[in-house]
């Protein structure tokens, strides 16, 4: 067992003898096992035990047996009562963060490398049958990692049958925890009533499944890897937007799967993300940190950042006013040369343009008079829909307006014929808009 257990923390490359080991130990037959095997190995090993309470003195004599065997072995114990009866719902569940959250104080507090959990070989089968219960996709199946992050899982390559003789024959101290045997719990349920009968009716099972799950894995490792270069095919970026798009998205067979796969390291689940794929342009989904957009045929990600009223005073030439973090406007007095517009820099008539101008945001109602247009009027909602603008880029346009409260320019866009310099008129002021090199 301990050379099994050695090749398998090389093979995987779980954690060197260097380092300092964190073992999450309750003080049953997995975690004493692990422990034990540690040990023997030689590692830097500490101990950390989280009294729940929920057992009573049941409980309290976890805390003792894993106490008693840090001292037997000269050995740095962590151990802390916490009462989580205030748990109304999904007691294992906030019960598992709330254990993590504590490990990892300590991982931090006290320099550890890494922290160790004893799941096994029949974990990994638990939990291939709970995945399959909430319809999980290959993600979920792929089975429970050797390693993520600063969690290792040592003991993945041993049933829990290997466990128990390895217990025996070592006379390794452990006890029993009464509460597995009851299926209250989902977990416990599988545990309990459905893999025994399966493990009578079909012998040998556990080695099938194994099986399944190692090749869904390397299934799964194959399409995330393929998904990497499609991703690279359809999206791009500008500024701070991500811009997928669904046109290209739908040359390549299963588009939706492949979206999914894309959005979920963005944090949405199947649902959001087949939905954003069938919505109509205008379709937003927020997470906490990002906004996701359905616009024509592609979709734009974007941080969320906290709408701010915009009023930015421009009355001095040669001085940069900055709008928000990306673009600089500056006003500088030219000769008329009949220099062309453009989407980032135009020229009016200095006769017609009363200072101070302003910089500000969109209002409903917002009219002007488009340059080219020979003076007639447009809404400047209708002409940001003729633009084809999406909902992101109509929220951060920026207007500059005169003293008169004229719009002057549709920053970015189009300037207003009413500012437009005379042929006879020698001088022009010439208004840019750049991005911030800073």
């Known amino acids: 067992m301990l050379d099994k257990f050695n090749h398998f923390i090389s093979n995987q490359e779980l954690v060197h003898k260097s380092q300092k080991i964190l073992i999450a130990c309750s003080g049953g037959v997995d975690s004493m096992c692990m422990t ?3 040990r023997r ?8 035990h989280l009294n729940h309470g929920l057992r009573g003195v049941e409980s309290d004599k976890d805390e003792k047996l894993c106490e008693d065997y840090a001292r037997r072995h000269h050995l740095e114990i962590h151990h802390e009562k916490m009462d989580l009866s205030h748990i109304q719902s999904n007691f294992q569940a906030e019960a598992r963060q709330v254990r993590y959250e504590w490990l990892f104080n300590i991982l931090r507090k006290h320099d550890y490398d890494v922290i160790a959990t004893a799941h096994h070989k029949d974990d990994d089968i638990e939990n291939f049958f709970i995945r399959i219960h909430r319809n999980s996709g290959l993600k979920g199946l792929s089975g429970i990692k050797p390693k993520n992050g600063k969690i290792i899982r040592p003991l993945l390559f041993a049933s829990k049958e290997d466990i128990l003789l390895y217990a025996q024959s070592k006379e390794i101290p452990f006890r029993e925890d009464e509460s597995n045997k009851k299926s209250k719990y989902r977990r416990n349920f599988f545990r309990n009533k459905i893999i025994p009968k399966i493990e009578k009716r079909i012998p040998g099972y556990k080695y099938n499944i194994h099986s399944t799950i190692e090749k ?10 393929l998904i990497v270069g499609i991703e690279e095919d359809i999206t791009f970026k500008e500024s701070d937007h991500i811009f997928i798009s669904l046109d290209n998205l739908k040359t390549f067979p299963s588009a939706r799967l492949i979206l999914f796969y894309i959005l979920n390291k963005y944090g949405l689940n199947r649902t959001q993300s087949d939905n954003l794929y069938e919505a109509g342009t205008g379709a937003i989904i927020q997470s906490d940190q990002l906004i996701f957009l359905k616009n024509r045929s592609e979709i734009v990600i974007k941080k969320r950042v906290p709408v701010q009223a915009v009023s930015i005073p421009v009355n001095l030439f040669e001085t940069e006013y900055h709008i928000g973090q990306m673009k600089i406007l ?9 220099q062309f517009n453009s989407s980032d820099e135009i020229y009016v008539s200095p006769s017609k343009l009363h200072l101070p101008l302003k910089i500000r945001a969109r209002r409903e109602g917002d009219v002007f008079y488009p340059l080219g247009m020979n003076m007639k009027t447009k809404k400047v909602k209708k002409f940001l829909i003729d633009q084809k603008l999406n909902k992101f880029e109509k929220q951060a346009l920026r207007i500059l307006e005169d003293a008169h409260g004229n719009i002057v320019w549709l920053i970015g866009l189009r300037a207003d014929e009413r500012f437009k310099i005379a042929s006879e008129e020698t001088d022009a002021v010439k208004i840019v808009i750049r991005k911030h090199s800073g």
Do not use: C, R, S
């Open 36 to 38: 034990e095997l540690f």
């Open 330 to 338: 500056k006003m500088t007095k030219v000769q008329n040369e009949g």
């Open 216 to 225: 869904i894995n390397e299934a799964n490792v194959l399409l995330n890897h």
């Open 41 to 48: 190995g030689g590692y830097d090993i500490g101990l950390a």
